[in-house]
């Protein structure tokens, strides 16, 4: 809600980037995460909040 009043409610850059923009940034961190697995995790957000949350802890916490 917060962002929406801070935008008057429109689509920031990001969002007007549209699909494609979408497609090559994804495939670009995907093919970060393949180059360099142990220092960069692909994380499944479709899960609810708590569990997105557990699996970031999983692989943030032996590093803190």
């Given at each position: 809600?917060?962002?929406?009043?801070?935008?008057?409610?429109?689509?920031?850059?990001f969002?007007?980037?549209?699909?494609?923009?979408?497609?090559?940034?994804?495939?670009?961190?995907l093919?970060?995460?393949?180059?360099?697995?142990g220092?960069?995790?692909?994380?499944?957000?479709?899960?609810?909040?708590?569990?997105v949350?557990?699996a970031?802890?999983k692989?943030?916490?032996?590093?803190?």
């Open positions: 809600q917060a962002r929406e009043k801070a935008t008057g409610g429109g689509a920031d850059r969002e007007r980037a549209g699909d494609g923009f979408h497609r090559r940034l994804r495939e670009g961190f093919a970060m995460a393949a180059e360099d697995p220092r960069i995790k692909i994380i499944d957000a479709s899960p609810a909040p708590e569990e949350a557990s970031i802890w692989y943030l916490k032996p590093s803190i």
